[in-house]
């Protein structure tokens, strides 16, 4: 069939955005395509502008309203706008940069920049995000900047002395955080001492008390008062943070999840009904999981966007599927994700009757969550969906969750995270805050390409039954509630909705 010019024209198109996005740009800037090829791109949907000049790939069809493809480029572009407008001469304000030093994964809808260059200005960016340039005197020292996730930020001893002390109390956590990235008090009193920061000193030293890094807050004390300052300690966090065993040089990620955990678990204990306990007839209790399954795919499968019927999980389940036989059955992906969601519950039960026999449910889950994660898809490395290399394993790459502001942390922190979140199912006794807690920090960290969603969810089922507690269904019309609960949780903190939803949708 011949092709028109248009289709050429995007074709071509297509193939320079590709070589742009080989390279590593997830932000593009007019120069980098002819103005033919952007517009053949705008066009189409695969571009998006940010501002005049810049532009973020997306998905031809999204809502124009989707924030995804913005919070996938967002930094890139504060990097490259900044850059090309101030050269070296910027760096993010004191509270961001503590928020890149800490892993927060919620981006703040303002970023204030420091420069000389600045104007006072104010960038509006899509989903009603801004930039303000702010224009300072004195520029700061090339050696108290660093780039985090390419950004320049202050280091994080500058940072820690130039927040308000009101950081302490409205973004308790990541203080917390920020405090236990100290690795000692050298660079933090030297800052201190050449500024002459004597209050400030008296406020790091109440916070660093009161985080459990007396040692450090014994040291910066005497260093500030042998050079003659006084420093009066006063602690600025309204709440006492929890207590965190500090090891040295520990990833910010391990500790936030922690502190998550710590600050979220007794909302949950509250949440939900009293537990049932490990059950006296087993076998029974794994009848009605298999009982469960056609119920738990079809609505499973559906939330994640696959067009899945009762009765082609029927024919998955009794092994009357023949892709080879049936052409509609062939055609269909969906066939492949109902294949690898049956193979994957197998071996979810394997798992449930390990722990009911006398495995602890965190131990359980790090022996073999692998192994769910590769059932599940290995339908389609099998059907050429995917590659081989696709099941092995954690993600090597950034990915993004339609529709939240949420964004995962980074590959490499995902392996800091994940062996984190199986020593805390180790060490929780409750199976309420295991489900709960699990199925949400597992989907948090995002630690796979694809599955996410099942993965937590199959999580949450296995802990669940390690209480004793029946296997739940999240269906799906209850998806919009069920996605906005995590996201209420991951954006703000607050884990009550999605602690009471599961409660509930256990009753159904």
């Not at 069939?1 to 071509?12: D, F, I, K, N």
């Not at 480029?73 to 304000?93: A, K, L």
Request: neutral net charge; proline residues 6%.
């Amino acid at each position: 069939m011949a092709t028109t010019p248009a289709q050429r024209r995007l074709a071509e198109s297509l193939t320079a955005l590709k070589r742009l996005q080989d390279d590593g740009k997830t932000v593009i800037k007019s120069g980098d395509l002819t103005r033919l090829q952007r517009e053949s791109l705008v066009k189409n949907g695969f571009l998006r502008q940010i501002v005049k000049g810049w532009y973020m790939p997306c998905r031809p069809g999204e809502d124009i309203g989707d924030s995804t493809p913005w919070y996938a480029s967002m930094r890139d572009f504060i990097q490259g706008y900044c850059t090309e407008r101030f050269g070296e001469q910027w760096h993010v304000s004191a509270e961001y940069s503590l928020f890149l030093h800490t892993g927060k994964t919620i981006t703040s809808r303002q970023v204030v920049i420091h420069t000389p260059l600045g104007q006072n200005g104010l960038l509006k960016l899509p989903d009603n995000c801004s930039i303000l340039d702010y224009k300072v005197k004195d520029f700061t020292a090339a050696g108290k900047i660093q780039t985090v996730e390419r950004i320049r930020v202050l280091t994080l001893p500058v940072a820690l002395i130039r927040v308000p002390e009101a950081f302490f109390t409205t973004y308790a956590h990541d203080a917390h955080i920020a405090l236990h990235q100290l690795r000692d008090a050298s660079n933090l009193n030297r800052e201190l001492l050449e500024g002459g920061h004597s209050s400030i000193a008296g406020r790091l030293v109440g916070a660093l008390r009161a985080s459990g890094r007396g040692d450090l807050a014994d040291n910066v004390l005497a260093t500030m008062r042998a050079a003659g300052f006084v420093v009066n300690e006063s602690n600025p966090f309204s709440v006492a943070p929890p207590t965190l065993v500090f090891t040295r040089a520990q990833s910010p990620y391990v500790l936030r999840i922690r502190l998550m955990w710590q600050a979220m678990r007794e909302t949950v204990l509250y949440s939900f009904p009293p537990e049932p306990g490990i059950p006296a007839d087993i076998e029974k209790f794994m009848e009605a999981v298999e009982e469960n399954y056609k119920t738990d795919a079809y609505h499973s499968l559906s939330i994640e966007g696959y067009r899945v019927t009762p009765e082609l999980i029927q024919k998955v389940a009794t092994g009357d599927w023949n892709p080879d036989s049936n052409d509609t059955d062939a055609e269909m992906k969906s066939a492949m994700a109902a294949h690898g969601y049956w193979l994957a519950h197998n071996e979810v039960k394997t798992t449930i009757r390990s722990i009911l026999t006398g495995t602890n449910p965190g131990t359980a889950f790090r022996q073999d969550h692998a192994s769910w994660y590769r059932n599940l898809f290995a339908p389609n490395v099998d059907a050429g969906f995917l590659k081989p290399a696709d099941l092995a394993g954690y993600r090597t790459d950034k990915v993004f969750i339609r529709g939240a502001t949420h964004v995962p942390p980074s590959q490499d922190a995902v392996r800091d995270m994940m062996p984190e979140l199986c020593d805390l199912l180790e060490a929780e006794p409750n199976a309420s805050v295991r489900a709960v807690l699990g199925h949400f920090l597992f989907v948090y960290i995002h630690p796979y390409f694809d599955g996410n969603g099942r993965l937590g969810r199959f999580l949450m089922n296995v802990m669940l039954a390690s209480g004793g507690y029946p296997w739940t269904v999240i269906r799906i019309e209850h998806r919009p509630e069920y996605m906005a609960a995590l996201e209420t949780a991951s954006s703000r903190g607050e884990i009550k909705p999605f602690a009471e939803f599961i409660a509930r949708s256990m009753q159904l």
